[in-house]
């Protein structure tokens, strides 16, 4: 699988929490192509962070909070990635519903396992429980369900049990500690990689084999 092209390989994002809230939104980097996951109005959607006007970059920052609206001439973007807000649409543009619509942005894939947001800039191919294997899905469902608050950074010992999913490595402490680090996919800078410190919900949580 890593030898395919990188478009067509799923790569972790970040948890969905950080996508829990209105206008929350995740960037990342696959090669050429610069990614977005955005909560609009609920629904959390993928798609190339392009505008589809002018080719500029949507949202420059890793995350943040902000409307899917471009900073070159402030089109927005609804969850289907057509356009809506269009300053000067009546004397500039004159775009109806149609021509709208042609100009939607790029869709990229999103999918879920668990709390864990991944991502692929390819919108056809296998789903993420293919690529990773029904068991290790099974297994990182069931971690990042049991480990729910985010705490203090610790760093991983030699004797943790460390498990790969896609540029994604778990740190697992024998006392209930689980470290996730994020590389950057390949073409990204290293300020799209990203590194959490998870805790059990409870102290007699128990925490999944």
Not at 125 to 135: C, M
Request: aromatic share 8%.
């Amino acid at each position: 699988m890593q030898n395919e092209a990188p478009e067509s390989r799923w790569f972790h994002l970040g948890m969905a929490d950080d996508l829990a809230t209105p206008n929350a939104f995740v960037t990342t980097r696959v090669g050429a192509v610069p990614l977005v996951a955005q909560n609009i109005k609920g629904r959390v959607v993928a798609f190339r962070n392009v505008c589809t006007h002018r080719f500029a970059v949507i949202h420059g920052e890793p995350a943040g909070c902000g409307p899917l609206r471009c900073p070159y001439h402030g089109w927005s973007f609804d969850a289907d990635g057509v356009p809506v807000g269009l300053p000067f649409n009546p004397t500039d543009f004159q775009l109806e519903a149609e021509g709208r619509r042609r100009l939607a942005l790029h869709p990229a894939s999103l999918a879920r396992c668990g709390r864990l947001v991944f991502v692929r800039v390819a919108v056809d191919g296998p789903s993420l429980e293919e690529e990773l294997g029904t068991s290790l899905f099974a297994r990182l469902t069931a971690l990042s369900d049991a480990f729910t608050h985010r705490g203090d950074a610790v760093e991983p010992a030699e004797d943790w049990e460390t498990i790969g999913a896609a540029n994604l490595r778990l740190h697992l402490a024998p006392d209930g500690v689980l470290v996730l680090h994020s590389a950057a996919p390949p073409g990204a800078d290293r300020r799209f990689s990203r590194t959490i410190t998870l805790y059990p919900a409870t102290a007699d949580t128990e925490l999944p084999a």
